[in-house]
């Protein structure tokens, strides 16, 4: 799916890249994370069925997936504003980050579509 093939790493590489940005608060995962997060913590902390351990909200806040048939990587960010910042600067700033922390493949620019969620303002 990435240049390194490795998922994991490359959605914790953006989370904090997106966390540096001026103006995010933090990163808030979806209804759909808050649901996974809320059943794994029902789980005791061991191993789950698919080899990991415990869910974790940051993490379900970026989301990276195959976009379409090009081979474009969708990355979709959602998160918490800081007050006295504009959500469109700030959302540009976390898109920048992101494309910049994406590997690209050698000769080329890597093909990306991000997606930045504001759920919040605190």
């Known amino acids: 799916m990435t240049a390194d093939g490795n998922v994991t790493e490359l959605t914790e590489r953006i989370a904090q890249a997106v966390g540096s940005v001026p103006g995010v608060a933090?990163?808030?995962?979806?209804?759909?994370?808050l649901l996974r997060a809320s059943v794994m913590s029902r789980v005791p902390d061991r191993v789950k069925?698919?080899?990991r351990f415990g869910g974790d909200r940051t993490k379900s806040a970026v989301r990276v997936r195959q976009g379409d048939a090009s081979g474009a990587l969708a990355i979709d960010v959602s998160i918490v504003l800081r007050r006295g910042h504009r959500a469109l600067d700030v959302t540009r700033a976390v898109s920048d980050a992101v494309e910049q922390v994406v590997p690209t493949p050698t000769g080329g620019k890597a093909r990306i579509r991000v997606t930045v969620t504001v759920t919040g303002l605190v």
Not at 26 to 33: D, I
Request: no cysteine; proline share 9%.
């Open 26 to 33: 933090f990163l808030r995962p979806g209804l759909a994370g």
């Open 49 to 51: 069925a698919d080899g």
